[in-house]
């Protein structure tokens, strides 16, 4: 099932970008790219749906 939801990207001072949203509880993903980012939340919003079904 896919779907779309909202999320904020921020640019950390670091370099890094951290994304989180306020749709989806847990959505914390942290990469050296938006690219690379956008990739680990969608793993992240994954197990979180994985996890919420047990």
Known sequence: MEG?????????????YLTTSNDIQGL???GRTITE???IARD???KLF???KK
């Open 50 to 52: 994985e996890s919420q």
């Open 37 to 39: 980012t956008l990739e």
């Open 4 to 16: 779309t939801t909202q999320i904020h990207i921020e640019k950390l001072p670091e370099g890094f």
């Open 44 to 46: 992240v919003v994954k």
């Open 28 to 30: 914390i993903a942290q």
